[in-house]
């Protein structure tokens, strides 16, 4: 079982509100991604990182940031919630130094919901 | 044209059905190709991993990868209402400096 790590599993907020949505992950892993994706839609990569200081935007375009300052951690920020943003947010890492190693292990993923 | 195309679905059969899950791909280059079973409001856990062509069997699960044909599938045997879930295929380059790419996923009902 992956040990990655997503909190919190559940939110619900007002419009306006900085959110901070948590992931960390204890297996020593490299790349970590985030991906937003609405109830029985496909994934869709909104950022991701291949180590400390590093970080790049995915394929959909998000008003949402992320930082990495330490291996195991990752957490993506949105200054001022919307209602757009109410979707399932779910964090990956994976070891990644080659192709075979691009294997992304998922966490439970948070469920926003803005009011 | 998308990278990975997959059928959404949803897919319905009945309990102990064999259950054929399919993907193409247009970019020659995938060589890693990986299924990913997600429950509902879950996250999606790796169900199996191949490398190039060929087979691989895990208890009731084949995955299966024809590179000339750019066709990867997953197939399951003796299905059971708990593999009711979104498959999802996925795929990555040799080289390791892009992220895998995913399919749409299909959605799967295992009929008791």
């Known amino acids: 079982e992956a040990d990655i790590y997503q909190t919190p599993r559940y939110l619900v907020i007002g419009t306006g509100k900085k959110i901070t949505l948590e992931c960390s992950q204890t297996m020593g892993h490299d790349k970590m991604y985030w991906y937003q994706q609405d109830p029985g839609m496909e994934l869709h990569l909104i950022h991701y990182?291949?180590?400390?200081?590093?970080?790049e935007k995915g394929d959909l375009s998000s008003e949402s940031t992320v930082s990495r300052i330490r291996t195991e951690h990752f957490p993506l920020t949105l200054e001022s919630a919307r209602p757009s943003h109410t979707s399932q947010y779910l964090c990956a890492s994976s070891r990644g130094t080659s192709g075979s190693q691009e294997t992304q292990y998922f966490g439970p993923g948070t469920r926003l919901l803005v009011l | 044209q998308k990278e990975v195309e997959q059928d959404p679905g949803p897919l319905s059969v009945p309990e102990g059905a064999i259950v054929s899950l399919n993907c193409t791909y247009s970019n020659s280059a995938f060589q890693y190709f990986m299924w990913y079973r997600q429950y509902s409001r879950k996250g999606p856990e790796l169900l199996m991993y191949?490398?190039?062509?060929g087979n691989k069997e895990d208890g009731r699960f084949t995955a299966q990868v024809d590179k000339s044909s750019k066709y990867i599938s997953l197939f399951i045997r003796d299905s059971q209402p708990s593999d009711s879930a979104t498959y999802l295929c996925a795929m990555s380059l040799p080289s390791g400096n892009t992220p895998l790419v995913f399919g749409k996923g299909t959605r799967l009902s295992v009929i008791a």
């Open positions: 191949t490398y190039s062509s």
């Open positions: 990182s291949y180590g400390v200081n590093s970080t």
